[in-house]
């Protein structure tokens, strides 16, 4: 679907709101990406109407969350979420509000967010309400707090990291009073639930430049104050240097692991490290797996002898193949090949991996063609199974797996033919040394 049917659906919510008496506009995150011409991916509706008033006009609605005036209204393709103009008052631990009070004044409705560049609003017939100049921001390549900016972070000290990843993702500057708000008041930063940091990292890490984002953190220092300790992260971050921002930002946009591992590399943090950084933010155990692997990877390939042949260094990333798995070693293909072209288009970046650079070119070059070339990639991909080697000896055991695992680097190798008569020939022969 596209983003003009969701308008249009969009705008059929704003149309019964306004035949019914009611006020209601477009705001928040659909305005200010309209403004700034990117992508929109939902389309949030505030209204003078209270949620009790939205769900009688609507025929399907889902009540969300009535504590802050909040209605889910569903359409015939989307579904949007309404709220009644409100506002808060005396936050708890500089993140929740302790009261909402709804209000009938879109004015005194916007003052409560966090950013002019989401303190805008948009009519039926498309005409912006912006009493806190978000465009002019916007269009100067400025976020600021709206209002006073001590007091919006006090409120919300989440809305600090918020800033450096909206400022990240956008391409902004942050504004001086905003700025300097946000180094007076980090330490609140310790209120905030890791979860939420995480959340904001993400994406941030996968979003436009990643690297502003790093660099603002590295400036600011925010992620000293955080609830659970990340500080080798932190102390890490001072080593970044401008040099770095091709590695960060050149991957495509959503690779997250790979600009994780590339961070976590050009930072000199090992697998443990990174895995440890990733766990104390609140990361999945699948998003923590992947890039420990990745990183471990590399350093398994940095173990390649100074006096390297081609030989050895294939033999060396089949063993890498089948330690890691293809994805693994097929993700730190593409960073190596990615620290190749960084390189030969601007020669003066160092390269941010253990390895020198005739080792990482050899891989960037011959790395694909190696792993498409094995024959087998687990021992799953062996012409015969372990219930196949039951009878060549009277009892089970872990030899079972061994045998399998020296099949299987055989054939990977190309020493040994996938073919069942012969892998069993050669197991007859290994067993012996096995037990």
Known sequence: MTVTHMEAEGKQVLQQLLDAGYEGYFVGGYVRDIVA?????????????????VMSIFERT???????????????????????????SSY??????????????LHEDLKR???TMNAMAMDIEGKIIDPFHGHDDLQCGIIRCVGNAIERLEEDALRMVRCVRFAANFGLHIEEETWNAILEKKSLLQHIAMERIQIELQKMMTG???????????????????????????????HITMEHQHHVNALPLHNSISRWCNLFTLLGMNAEE???????????????????????????LSELNDHWSEEEALYQWREAVLLYGKDVVQRVLDLFSLDKHIREEIDTVPSI?????????????????????????????????????????????????EVLHQLMKEVSHGQLANERDVLMSRAKSIIPELT
Not at 64 to 73: A, K, N
Not at 219 to 236: Q, V
Not at 274 to 300: E, G, M
């Open 353 to 401: 991996y253990p390895l020198s650079s005739d080792v990482i070119y050899f891989f960037a070059s011959h790395g694909q063609r190696c792993m498409d070339d094995m024959k087998v990639y687990t021992v799953k991909d062996l012409q015969l199974s372990g219930t196949d080697l039951l009878p060549l000896h009277p009892e089970r055991g872990s030899w079972i797996r």
């Open 113 to 115: 967010r966090d950013f």
């Open 208 to 238: 436009r430049d990643p690297f502003q984002g790093i660099w603002l953190l590295k400036e600011s220092g925010l992620l000293h104050y955080t609830k659970r300790p990340i500080t080798l992260f932190a102390d890490a971050l001072e």
């Open 274 to 300: 990174a895995s440890t950084c990733l766990r104390h933010l609140c990361f999945s155990n699948q998003h923590v797996y992947d890039t420990k692997q990745s990183i471990q990877c590399v350093h398994f």
């Open 62 to 88: 889902v009540p969300t969350g009535l504590q802050h005036g909040t209605v889910t209204v569903l359409c015939d393709t989307f579904q949007f979420e309404v709220t009644t103009f409100r506002t808060e």
């Open 37 to 53: 011409g990117k992508e929109v991916k939902d389309i949030d509706i505030a209204t003078s109407a209270t949620p009790e008033q």
């Open 92 to 105: 708890i631990h500089h993140r929740r509000p302790e009261k909402v009070e709804f209000v009938t004044n």
